[in-house]
């Protein structure tokens, strides 16, 4: 026996297991959701755990890790809750994505043989206090507590436990990772001038971060990248950006201003969403396109101005704005979604061109549409 096969266990009732020396490779979901395994004993020739190997095993308290261990998947052991021991071989080169996501691991060496990390391994472990790199590591760096991923110029995550202070991020920096910073306590953040990326979730939940400088340079704002920053008030966003993440901003509730840039082609869905102090937004001449429920339930909005340059409105974009009273809809329109502007104020009121797309949705949908000249 060369493997354990993609999900031979999942779901099993197990509460040991004992592998045997021949066994190179633990497949994807191999052991997943065994909620009641206490111990397993990998052998001594295993190289591969795969991506959610041992996902959900929520009663495992530790695991020894054999010296033979090349690669950690993606979710291997993500969700086993009680996992608190865990030990990263010196011959591991991969440790992937989320890979010990919400475990209790305190404490992490990594070793000098690791060659790339992915997208935060330690995302929600709250009781993680430490994390090091071993003498002669080239490849990650751990610099005030956060792990950098050197290659790529990257911050890959701050331990919860570390982040409830003010953080500067390391100067040379290009990538804000994705959830590097996910529910952190940050009440300050210092991004140096290099940074042109911030990953998905990057910010995710930092209710406590009351505003942020983006650089000039950073071009990529990711999916749910400030979602759910209840502290943050205004931000202005780079003219390198040209297009606004899924969900970047949602639920930034106390979120009152936003200067968008002038090279903005597109706002994802769900952006702004729940956004209920957002009083304004003004686009700029480039934007082509506001994705569904952009803007939905943004309850405190009373001024849009659209630019001639839109052709597409999504679902929902503006559903329930409830103090939305006016939109002037240019001619470019080409689409707009379902219920784009339901529940907005009862005292609606579209204009644009006679005959256009625009009056003929709003005809349709029951909406008062004033033509102008």
Same mark, same amino acid.
């Given at each position: @026996?060369?493997?354990?096969? &993609?999900?031979?266990?999942?779901?099993?009732?197990?509460?040991?297991?004992?592998?045997?020396?021949?066994?190179?490779?633990?497949?994807?979901?191999?052991?997943?959701?065994?909620?009641?395994?206490?111990?397993?004993?990998? $052998? !001594?020739?295993? %190289?591969?755990? #795969?991506?959610?190997?041992?996902?959900?095993?929520?009663?495992?308290?530790?695991?020894?890790?054999?010296?033979?261990? =090349?690669?950690?998947?993606?979710?291997?052991?993500?969700?086993?809750?009680?996992?608190?021991?865990?030990?990263?071989?010196?011959?591991?080169?991969?440790?992937?994505?989320?890979?010990?996501?919400?475990?209790?691991?305190?404490?992490?060496?990594?070793?000098?043989?690791?060659?790339?990390?992915?997208?935060?391994?330690?995302?929600?472990?709250?009781?993680?206090?430490?994390?090091?790199?071993?003498?002669?590591?080239?490849?990650?760096?751990?610099?005030? !507590?956060?792990?950098?991923?050197? +290659?790529?110029?990257? *911050?890959?995550?701050?331990?919860?436990?570390?982040?409830?202070?003010?953080?500067?991020?390391?100067?040379?920096?290009?990538?804000? $990772?994705?959830?590097?910073?996910?529910?952190?306590?940050?009440?300050?953040?210092?991004?140096?001038?290099?940074?042109?990326?911030?990953?998905?979730?990057?910010?995710? $939940?930092?209710?406590?971060?009351?505003?942020?400088?983006?650089?000039?340079?950073?071009?990529?704002?990711?999916? %749910?990248?400030?979602?759910?920053?209840?502290?943050?008030?205004?931000?202005?966003?780079?003219?390198?950006?040209?297009?606004?993440?899924?969900?970047?901003?949602?639920?930034?509730?106390?979120? %009152?201003?936003?200067?968008?840039?002038?090279? *903005?082609?597109?706002?994802?869905? #769900?952006?702004?969403?729940?956004?209920?102090?957002?009083?304004?937004?003004?686009?700029?001449?480039?934007?082509? @396109?506001? $994705?569904?429920?952009?803007?939905?339930?943004?309850?405190?909005?009373?001024?849009?101005?659209?630019?001639?340059?839109?052709?597409?409105? #999504? &679902?929902?974009?503006? %559903?329930?704005?409830?103090?939305?009273?006016?939109?002037?809809?240019?001619?470019?329109?080409?689409?707009?979604?379902? &219920?784009?502007?339901?529940?907005?104020?009862?005292?609606?009121?579209?204009?644009?061109?006679?005959?256009?797309? +625009?009056? *003929?949705?709003?005809? =349709?949908? #029951?909406?008062?549409?004033?033509?102008?000249?």
């Amino acid at each position: @026996m060369r493997a354990i096969a &993609d999900s031979a266990f999942l779901w099993s009732s197990l509460e040991s297991v004992t592998l045997p020396g021949s066994v190179k490779t633990i497949e994807e979901s191999a052991f997943q959701a065994c909620y009641d395994l206490l111990s397993a004993d990998l $052998g !001594g020739s295993v %190289r591969e755990i #795969g991506p959610r190997a041992f996902s959900f095993c929520i009663s495992l308290p530790e695991i020894a890790l054999p010296a033979s261990l =090349e690669t950690i998947g993606d979710e291997a052991f993500a969700e086993s809750y009680e996992l608190a021991s865990v030990n990263i071989p010196d011959a591991v080169v991969r440790i992937g994505d989320r890979a010990f996501q919400s475990t209790a691991v305190a404490e992490i060496v990594l070793p000098a043989s690791l060659q790339s990390v992915g997208a935060n391994p330690f995302y929600a472990c709250g009781q993680l206090a430490s994390v090091r790199t071993a003498p002669g590591s080239a490849a990650v760096a751990v610099e005030e !507590g956060a792990l950098y991923s050197l +290659a790529d110029r990257r *911050l890959v995550c701050l331990p919860l436990s570390l982040s409830a202070r003010d953080f500067t991020v390391s100067p040379g920096t290009r990538i804000i $990772g994705e959830d590097a910073f996910a529910g952190a306590g940050l009440t300050g953040i210092v991004l140096p001038d290099s940074v042109a990326r911030i990953e998905s979730g990057a910010f995710a $939940g930092c209710g406590g971060l009351p505003e942020i400088r983006l650089p000039a340079p950073l071009a990529y704002i990711g999916d %749910r990248a400030f979602s759910f920053c209840d502290a943050l008030v205004s931000v202005s966003l780079p003219d390198a950006v040209e297009r606004i993440g899924a969900e970047a901003f949602a639920g930034c509730y106390h979120l %009152r201003e936003v200067k968008l840039p002038a090279s *903005l082609a597109s706002v994802g869905d #769900g952006a702004f969403a729940n956004c209920n102090a957002l009083e304004g937004i003004a686009f700029p001449p480039e934007t082509a @396109m506001i $994705g569904a429920r952009a803007f939905y339930q943004c309850t405190g909005l009373t001024a849009v101005s659209l630019p001639a340059s839109l052709t597409f409105i #999504g &679902d929902e974009a503006f %559903r329930a704005c409830l103090r939305l009273s006016f939109l002037a809809l240019p001619d470019s329109l080409e689409y707009i979604g379902a &219920d784009a502007f339901r529940d907005c104020a009862p005292s609606l009121v579209c204009s644009g061109s006679c005959g256009g797309y +625009a009056c *003929l949705y709003c005809v =349709e949908n #029951g909406i008062p549409f004033v033509t102008v000249d």
